[in-house]
Nanobody
Framework: QVQLVESGGGLVQPGGSLRLSCVASGSIFSINRMGWYRQAPGKQRELVATITMAGNINYADSVKGRFTISRDNPKNTVSLQMNSLKPEDTAVYYC????????????WGQGTQVTVSS
């Protein structure tokens, strides 16, 4: 089992910045991918960004150029720096962890609310 603990959500004005962090603990498979998804009210959960241990990154088109994902492998931590935030970025953001091999298990964090509003 892997546990994910997120932090860093909150309320910010349009154009502002927030930084989300997620720490993974437990039985961590050595090859994995971490990332962030988000879900706005009435909408499906969608990809924000993912990063593998090798540093391969994937961004949703809607956040390219504004968000930056990074990870610290020894600390099993993934972060999301969000700049130039827009009201449409408002959502619950979920940390995602998936094993790339072995059981191919997938885990989700509890979610952290990000609200962009003036």
């Amino acid at each position: 089992q892997v546990q994910l603990v997120e932090s860093g959500g909150g309320l910010v004005q349009p154009g502002g910045s927030l930084r989300l962090s997620c720490v993974a603990s437990g039985s961590i498979f050595s090859i994995n991918r971490m990332g962030w998804y988000r879900q706005a009210p009435g909408k499906q959960r969608e990809l924000v960004a993912t990063i593998t241990m090798a540093g391969n990154i994937n961004y949703a088109d809607s956040v390219k150029g504004r968000f930056t994902i990074s990870r610290d492998n020894p600390k099993n931590t993934v972060s999301l720096q969000m700049n130039s935030l827009k009201p449409e970025d408002t959502a619950v953001y979920y940390c995602d962890f998936i094993e790339l091999g072995g059981s191919w298990a997938r885990y989700w964090g509890q979610g952290t609310q990000v609200t962009v509003s003036s």
